[in-house]
């Protein structure tokens, strides 16, 4: 398959050089989601093709559909003790490692995934690479039950925090919100920048009815950054 874009391009490029880099023979790896992570996986199911011997554990069902169509070896994140690796992308990640993923609506099992594994790297096209956290929507996943109460603590939260005027969106809309691989919404919110993204990650979890938020912090061992040009740099946060 051919990259259709110049972005298409970094983001291939950031998959194939994480596979080169990271991936041994016999790991059992988590398999990231997104366009990205797409890459990988198919660059991946033609590795497996010629010999690499590999099990993936998906962080999402469509990942999951994708791996089996490309050969790749699955199994149950239940049945494996530690995943070796997880290589997925993210939707912005700054020099200390901390992204905000949720952008494809699978950051609670790519969370899941990633916390499970010894070592995590984040594929990015160029573009993600970002200075301070927040332009793109920061998705937190909630409970369908009383996500307008939910939603008012939130807007709370934000309101303490120094964010002001955040707009918060579910996303798909309110005729038909959509529905995640666990069942929940989405909240987008529209935060501009982020001052303190440790804080925030701490004092979102502390709501009740937030089951997950796309602050990963702490938890990207090493990232790959992809240039349209092929190019890549591997960049190590521990
Ligand atoms: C999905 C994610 C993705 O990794 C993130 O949205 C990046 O996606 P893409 O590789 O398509 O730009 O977090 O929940």
Redesign the pocket.
């Known amino acids: 398959m051919q990259a259709t874009s110049a972005q298409d391009e970094a983001?291939r490029a950031a998959a194939a050089k994480a596979i080169e880099t990271f991936l041994r023979d016999g790991m059992t790896i988590g398999l990231?989601?997104?366009?990205?992570?797409r890459w990988f996986v198919r660059i991946l199911g033609e590795r497996v093709g010629s010999g690499l011997r590999v099990t993936g554990v998906p962080s999402s069902r469509s990942t999951g559909d994708l791996a089996k169509e490309v050969g790749v070896p699955l199994a149950d994140l239940n049945d494996v003790n530690q995943l070796d690796l997880t290589i997925?992308?993210?939707?912005e990640i700054d020099a200390k490692g901390r992204m905000i993923?949720?952008?494809?609506?699978?950051?609670l099992w790519?969370k899941i995934v990633a916390y499970a594994s010894r070592k995590m790297v984040a594929i990015v096209d160029e573009s993600?690479v970002v200075e301070h956290l927040g332009r793109f929507p920061l998705a937190v996943e909630v409970i369908p039950f009383a996500w307008r109460s939910t939603e008012r603590n939130l807007r709370n939260l934000f309101k303490d925090a120094g964010l002001s005027d955040v707009q918060i969106d579910l996303r798909g809309g309110l005729e038909k919100p959509l529905i995640t691989d666990s069942g929940h919404y989405l909240l987008d919110c529209h935060l501009r920048e982020i001052p303190d993204p440790d804080n925030l990650a701490a004092e979102l979890s502390q709501i009740p009815g937030v089951v997950e938020h796309?602050l990963f912090i702490g938890i990207a061992t090493d990232s790959v950054v992809g240039h349209a040009n092929g190019h890549t740099e591997v960049v190590s946060f521990r």
């Open positions: 983001k990231g989601s997104g366009t990205t992570s997925d992308g993210a939707d993923k949720g952008g494809g609506a699978s950051l790519e993600k796309g």
